[in-house]
């Protein structure tokens, strides 16, 4: 009976380590969050990130697959900067960030996955496409940004007498705001889906697609990241590889029938 | 209490054997599928398609983006493309007198479909999709009835893991729609689709950026216009949803689809595009979240040859 009770605790720890993605950890939020500066390494060509919020030759710095698997946590918040070229695949942080900096006049276009977003700035001169819903959006002098989900406030800011940023909305946008030179150039609201269009300051959305005074949004913004309900019918396209699972079942097979030898002897 | 842990242990083992043995006929039936995939389709590619391109109207476009190609069947071929128009048949698609062709009629033999067989074979087959310089070289699938019908089965109809590449439902060749987009599997073995994903890398892009589209009635060329990571979202979500557009009836519509793959697309590819233009869309999965897709979208840019009407 022993033997038995101890062989069903061997299989079910072996179980949870195969069926757990390789190197996941129990995740803990920290209140307050962790501030993380991520940036591409220009000589390893790799992206690598220290603690922190800006760079540091001093600091010991870190892959990024560790931050992504180990380190992050909901509520974290995220510094890029640097050259962050290149840009060949995106970044999918995969939790949700309370803050989200895109350093001013960063190279390369950094694409980043999220699950939400509270503070999002993408500062001058930055071109960044994000793939979040986001709470709070922040542009700057000369910036372009792509958001691939609702934001609930997007705010232009620009230091000249002119709006020079440009953004995409494909979710909705509950307020847009912009101000030049300190001075609040429009305040529009409620777009509708997939209809924001700022193109180098001037809002190219038409006007029957948003609103000029704060009502009531028709339709409560939904979160593409954690909205409940079916998926859409779209063909499933992934390879499942059947044998690695019956690999694992033999590898614990194995495993559990030699520690009993072990224990017989 | 020996005798039962000895049971036990023996147990264990031959259980672990079984796995393993189970293990190994999968990923034997797993390779053999790959063999058998390849060979199929294999068989189906024409020897040689060079006598194609020797034999094709001459474009008679100067450069235009827009469709080029002899002008009689070039107006028939934008006519036909109108859902409204309903069906033409490939005989539409010929000049029908040489006073409205441009090209003389000695330099015209109208092409040869280098698939027919591969049509006549089976009549699920919507078209052949080739991209130069990789492997994607494979015959597309529609079938309306069951649109996942050929997604794990190959062009014989037996099971087969790779499947084939699938024409969506609501795309449709003829009447061309606006947008044909086209769904593979992403194998580890970078068959079907499994190499689309470089088309991260700008540079991979730029060296592959012509897609061509065989259908019964011409050959069709694309470049690549933009590429981007998605995914499939729920019912409720309201979001861009690439794999729902299909038709463009108004410019709107096309401004909508059009500016959306542009913003989402991971680098510039120069190439632009008009109310008026037909895409090509690929889709295979990604895994970089739940529901994860990689998406190449190409423009049309000319149709290169026309192809005769089946023999009845």
């Known amino acids: 009976m022993k033997a038995i009770k101890k062989i069903i605790s061997i299989l079910a720890i072996a179980a949870l380590m195969v069926i757990l993605p390789t190197g996941h950890s129990m995740v803990v939020s920290a209140a307050g969050g962790t501030t993380f500066y991520v940036f591409y390494d220009n000589t390893e060509k790799v992206w690598r990130y220290i603690y922190g919020n800006h760079a540091d030759e001093e600091a010991e710095s870190y892959t990024l697959s560790q931050l992504i698997n180990t380190d992050l946590k909901d509520g974290d918040l995220i510094v890029m900067g640097g050259d962050l070229l290149p840009i060949d695949n995106p970044i ?47 542009l700057y002098d ?60 001037e809002v190219t959305t038409a006007v029957a697609n948003y ?4 009502s009531a949004p028709e339709t409560t913004p939904k979160n593409p990241s954690n909205g409940s309900g079916e998926y859409d019918d779209v063909p499933k396209t992934g390879e499942r590889s059947v044998s690695v699972w019956f690999f694992a079942a033999a590898t614990i097979c194995f495993a559990a029938s030699f520690l009993l030898r072990r224990k017989e002897k | 209490m020996d005798n039962k842990r000895r049971i036990i242990t023996q147990i264990l083992a031959l259980a672990g054997i079984v796995f393993l043995l189970a293990g190994g ?129 190959g062009f014989d109809g037996k099971e087969n893991k790779n499947g084939c590449l699938i024409l969506d439902t609501d795309s449709c060749v003829n009447p061309l729609t606006t947008n044909l987009i086209i769904h593979g599997h992403n194998m ?91 895409f090509i869309t690929l889709s295979t999965c990604s895994y970089h979240v739940e529901q994860g897709r990689f998406v190449v979208v190409a423009k049309e840019t000319k149709i290169t040859d026309i192809y005769l009407p089946a023999a009845e």
């Open chain 1, 92 to 138: 999918v942080f995969g939790k949700h960030l309370q803050n989200l900096t895109i350093m001013p006049y960063c190279t390369g276009s950094p694409i980043v996955y999220a699950n939400g977003i509270d503070e999002c700035y993408v500062c001058n001169n930055v071109t960044a496409i994000v793939h979040s819903d986001v709470t709070n959006a922040y």
């Open chain 1, 142 to 201: 000369g910036s372009v940004a792509n958001f691939d989900g609702n934001v609930q406030n997007l705010t232009i800011t620009d230091s000249s007498s002119e709006i020079t940023a440009t953004a995409n909305v494909t979710g909705t946008v509950a307020h847009l705001s912009a101000v030049a030179d300190g001075h609040p150039e429009w305040d529009y609201y409620n777009f509708k889906a997939n209809t924001l269009s700022v193109k180098n300051g």
């Open chain 1, 211 to 214: 609103s000029t005074t704060p």
């Open chain 2, 25 to 153: 006929i999968f990923l034997l039936r797993s390779r053999l599928q790959d063999r058998d995939s390849e060979e199929a389709f294999d068989s189906l590619r024409p020897v040689s398609q060079e006598s194609s391109s020797e034999t094709a109207i001459p474009d008679c476009d100067g450069g235009d983006e827009s469709l080029s190609g002899a002008v009689a069947s070039e107006s028939v071929v934008r006519e036909s493309s109108s859902p409204e128009q309903g069906e033409t048949t490939s005989a539409d698609i010929v000049p029908e007198s040489s006073e409205e062709a441009e090209i003389p009629a000695e330099e015209s033999p109208v092409a040869q479909n280098p698939y027919l067989a591969d049509y006549a074979l089976n009549a699920d087959m919507a078209a052949w999709i080739q991209v130069p310089g990789t492997v994607i070289d494979y015959p597309v699938m529609w079938t309306p009835r069951d649109e996942n019908y050929y997604l794990n089965r």
């Open chain 2, 188 to 278: 580890k073995s970078g068959a079907m689709f499994g190499s689309l994903t470089k088309y991260a890398d700008s540079s991979y892009g730029s060296e592959h950026k012509t897609i061509y589209l065989y259908t019964p009635d011409c050959k069709r060329e694309y470049e690549v216009i933009a590429v981007f990571y998605s995914q499939v979202y729920r019912k409720t979500d309201q979001v861009f949803k690439y794999y729902k557009f299909f038709q463009a009836d108004t410019e709107e519509q096309f401004t909508d689809f059009y500016d959306n793959i542009k913003a989402l697309s991971l680098y510039d590819t120069g190439v632009t595009a008009s109310f008026g233009d037909h």
